[in-house]
């Protein structure tokens, strides 16, 4: 197998799981629309429904039927955070094996004495 085709196959495989990525942003995006609307049905549900006992317990309510959706929210809010931290680092890896590769192809006498050396070397 050949450098080139095996650059290809890496190729391919990035491109898919980008593509793959991009769907899982749109349903995190989505996923994350449906809590915010949770919060606010939940504290206006939860307001109505505590009111009768007083101001204070309604607006108490209208808290808790919040915290339900936030959590949602903060769930969903991290997974995409994760999700963008991995691709970044896909990418940043990319990047690092491409300059490795530039740097052995330039001086393949600095790459082969520094892989030699070792920690206790020194």
Not at 72 to 101: D, G, N, P
Request: glycine share 8%; hydrophobic share 50%; net charge positive.
């Amino acid at each position: 197998m050949s450098i080139l085709q095996v650059r290809s196959l890496y190729t391919k495989s990035l491109s898919k799981n980008l593509r793959m990525h991009k769907g899982y942003q749109k349903i995190l995006s989505f996923m994350q629309g449906a809590s915010w609307g949770a919060v606010v049905v939940g504290a206006y549900l939860f307001f109505n429904l505590f009111f009768p006992f007083g101001l204070l317990f309604a607006l108490l309510g209208a808290f808790m039927g919040a915290g339900i959706g936030l959590i949602l929210v903060f769930f969903f809010e991290m997974a995409h955070l994760k999700l963008q931290i991995y691709k970044e680092s896909k990418e940043h890896t990319k990047l690092l094996k491409k300059i490795a590769r530039d740097l052995e192809r330039e001086m393949p006498s600095l790459v082969d004495q520094s892989s030699d050396e070792k920690l206790s070397d020194h």
